[in-house]
């Protein structure tokens, strides 16, 4: 008929090679390193979760970053694999265990690189409730910023000796 058919896996051959095996992953994150016996108990949660669901985990990656910094290095390496399609399947505790915002678009990119996002501990929040939980995620980010400026008000002063910020900010 003079039409070809190609899958994911033929066009990543011919793009330099497809992984020979992909992976199953497990991510495991926390905000501070104050909460290092939560990130134990998150990871002790998935293991339980994979055992009793015959899931047989590749790799385990550990992180201590904020959600809403996509800086994060293990975040990021996570993601070019992704990307290269060496990962099948990516299975979190909770949605925001991966990232604060934007996780549809993050499982979208995901998808279309042929990895399935697992989330283990699916919420069923209504609209307003999902709204009312995003809005004290980014009163708390952005107030733990402020805190992190009040370390920093010496040196702030010193810096900027000119500068007229509100007194109230600083203090």
Known sequence: SGQRYFDESDV??????????????????VSSAGQKDDL??????????CLSSGICVDEWIKEVGGGMNFKRKQFLALLDRIQRGEVEKLLIAH?????????????????????EIIVVNQESLSP???MVE???????TFSCRLYGVRKY?????EDFPNSKEPKDLLT
Do not use: W
């Open 12 to 29: 990543r051959l011919m793009m330099g090679g497809a992984p020979e095996k992909r992976s199953t992953l497990v991510y495991c994150r």
């Open 40 to 49: 134990e108990s998150q990871i002790k949660a998935m293991e339980s979760y």
């Open 95 to 115: 949605k925001d265990r991966l990232v604060r915002f934007g996780f549809d678009l993050l499982e979208h990119l995901a998808q279309e690189n042929g990895c």
């Open 128 to 130: 307003e409730q999902e």
């Open 134 to 140: 995003d809005l004290l995620a980014i009163v708390h």
């Open 153 to 157: 008000k010496k040196q702030i002063k």
